[in-house]
């Protein structure tokens, strides 16, 4: 069995490799951390800005990040969680906005659920675990156990929340029309 010195844990690397290691990982997987953010959020305007925070709280921790041997797994679930943090915000916003509103003398209203027909909205209906599992599994192709591994969650969890997402999908879309979606992804 190799040493850890053999496999490249144990060497040092210098600054400069680094940082040329680092702006590789960069130009590899951005623009996929980016789609991600995109469709855990469902704000293509925000994404580019939390695959970036992702990218500098992965920059700030590179030594031990890559020591641990999986840094796109670490840079998904930092994703994961800036996206989940964003939509909590947001969920907050909402509410203190509605109560503004609702002192007035017109009744707050809900949004117009009628217009959401796309994906995208559907997949915006579904719960956040949900959601980041499809997403993961159907649209980026990512095995369970690397879902598993950026969620923080065990394999069994990924497996069940995938399911209960597409069955979700399926009966916000029609089962026709989400098996035709997890197909086309599964290609």
């Keep these: ?3 850890d010195r053999a496999r490249g ?3 040092r690397v210098s600054a400069e490799g680094a940082s040329a290691e680092f702006s590789e990982f960069f130009e590899r997987h951005y623009a996929g951390l980016s ?3 995109s469709l855990l959020t469902g704000e293509p305007d925000t994404a580019d800005d939390l695959a970036a925070d992702a990218m500098v709280a992965l920059w700030k921790r590179w030594p031990e990040v890559r020591r641990a041997g999986s840094p796109l797994a670490y840079a998904r679930g930092t994703v994961a969680n800036l996206a989940r943090e964003r939509i909590r915000a947001a969920v907050r916003e909402r509410r203190r906005i509605r109560l503004f509103w609702a002192r007035g003398t017109e009744p707050a ?3 117009d659920i009628a217009g959401m027909v ?3 909205a559907a997949l915006e209906r579904l719960p956040f675990r949900k959601r ?3 997403v993961m599994r159907y649209a980026f192709d990512i095995p369970e156990r690397e879902v598993a ?3 923080g969650v065990s394999l069994g969890t990924v497996k069940s929340q995938t399911s209960k997402g597409v ?3 399926r009966r916000l879309l029609g089962t026709t029309a989400a098996e035709q979606l997890v197909a086309r992804s599964s290609r």
């Design 1 to 3: 069995m190799p040493s």
């Design 9 to 11: 844990r144990g060497r």
């Design 35 to 37: 789609r991600l953010a």
């Design 109 to 111: 209203h809900g949004p």
């Design 118 to 120: 796309t994906v995208r």
């Design 132 to 134: 980041a599992c499809v």
């Design 149 to 151: 591994q950026a969620l």
């Design 167 to 169: 069955a979700e999908l």
